[in-house]
């Protein structure tokens, strides 16, 4: 039974980092394959190669949102089956070479790091690059840290919790000019920047459906022709013997939906999530103590992150929803984590400044009266917080010295 905390009445969703609601046109595409066309595209009568043929349409038409060919395309679980296949199969491959240093940043999600660790405990030798204050690193520290026995360069386009978009296609042709496999985890990404993998100088690339208006537990591993993957899940022939398991028809087809949507719609739906982001961000930074996380224009359309001085996030998120806004602090891979969020220890956030942060991701379907709202709200709440605390108290007071001024 639903408390009435969760009942329905007017609310914002204002976490679309997370995932997003899924789009008519995902759902539409969706349907027709869970009754009518429900064979095994592994199945040579014809309900199966109904099937089949709808597996080569949508592997077609996402190549094409992506700039690559059909072939290059593997279907995945998500973002994070991805990262994993994508890092290991370059670090098998490097291995074989002799070569087994892999270089990454320190905010990359945990999908990526965790992976990285594990290979460290493999004897894998991994540099991860500092983040700068305003969330970016550069093709020059990039090449810097190559190294003749650098097997793979990982960063990701756009950070998921702080929206900052990285200089991909620099970074790209350093490593295409050194010989160096280039990945990137696009997740945040896919469907709301221009990509080109080919223009880009990728050689791997990692999508989840569910972060563009897409069905939730699919995506896709992009890898350029002549990579030959490692495989993570043993067991049948499929995706070409890189993906053992039935592909799930219905969610590939909504997922091709729902990318030839954003992409069709890229430019309108950037232009005014671009406007809405601003004007949040202007809104924000009048709160006292405050500050942006990450390079204000370097972001994602819909992106805005805060951390704001004498408050706990989770506190903040829990009376925002009170007030009918849904917001996260960070990732949503970690909410359950107690510990501030990594991406903001790297950008030079100190452990009290990282706890009260408040990450917001818009969507194309948030209006100028919700923004108005969402500040009005999260002043309302900081203020309150605020109020209510002793270390506030004390950093009035001149007992502390506040960090941001």
């Known amino acids: 039974m639903i408390s009435d905390r969760y009942k329905s009445y007017k609310r914002i969703y204002a976490d679309n980092a997370a995932t997003t609601k899924m789009g008519k046109s995902a759902i539409d595409a969706m349907l027709p394959y869970m009754d009518g066309i429900y064979g095994n595209p592994s199945s040579l009568h014809s309900e199966g190669q109904k099937a089949a043929e709808a597996l080569v349409n949508a592997r077609e038409r996402i190549a094409a949102c992506l700039g ?3 072939r290059e395309i593997t279907f995945t679980s998500g973002g994070s089956e991805a990262d994993n296949q994508a890092i290991v199969s370059a670090a098998r491959l490097g291995e074989r070479k002799g070569k087994k240093h892999i270089i990454s940043t320190a905010f990359e999600h945990h999908a990526v790091l965790h992976t990285l660790e594990k290979l460290k405990n493999q004897g894998f030798e991994i540099t991860l690059l500092d983040v700068h204050e305003n969330g970016l690193v550069s093709a020059a520290e990039v090449e810097q840290a190559i190294r003749p026995d650098t097997c793979l360069v990982t960063v990701m386009y756009a950070n998921n919790e702080i929206g900052t978009v990285q200089p991909v296609s620099e970074i790209g042709a350093v490593c295409r000019e050194r010989g160096v496999i280039f990945h990137t985890d696009a997740v945040q990404a896919v469907g709301h920047l221009c990509i080109d993998v080919q223009k880009q100088n990728i050689d ?6 569910h972060k563009f208006h897409g069905p939730k537990g699919i995506g896709v591993l992009c890898a350029r022709k002549g990579i030959l993957l490692s495989n993570l899940i043993e067991g049948g022939a499929q995706e070409r013997g890189k993906r053992a398991g039935t592909e799930n028809i219905p969610a590939i087809m909504g997922m091709a939906a729902a990318l030839e949507e954003a992409c ?3 430019d309108e739906n950037a232009q005014r999530l671009t406007s809405l982001r601003d004007k949040l961000i202007d809104g924000l930074s009048q709160i006292p103590h405050s500050v942006l996380n990450g390079d204000a224009q370097k972001r994602l359309p819909g992106n805005v992150s805060f951390c704001f001085e004498g408050i706990e996030g989770e506190s903040l998120l829990l009376l925002l929803d009170d007030k009918g806004v849904c ?3 960070g990732s ?7 510990d501030p969020s990594h991406v903001l220890l790297a950008i030079g956030r100190v452990h009290d400044i990282a706890h009260g942060s408040l990450r917001l991701s818009l969507s194309a379907e948030n209006t100028d009266e919700e923004i108005e709202y969402i500040i009005k709200s999260v ?3 900081v203020e309150y917080l605020r109020g209510i605390s002793p270390i506030w108290r004390d950093l009035v007071s001149g007992k502390k010295e506040f960090i941001i001024k």
């Open 68 to 70: 690559c060919t059909a």
């Open 204 to 209: 791997m690339l990692s999508l989840s459906a």
């Open 264 to 266: 069709a719609n890229m």
């Open 327 to 329: 917001a996260s602090s």
């Open 332 to 338: 949503a891979c970690t909410s359950g984590s107690l």
């Open 379 to 381: 002043k309302e709440v």
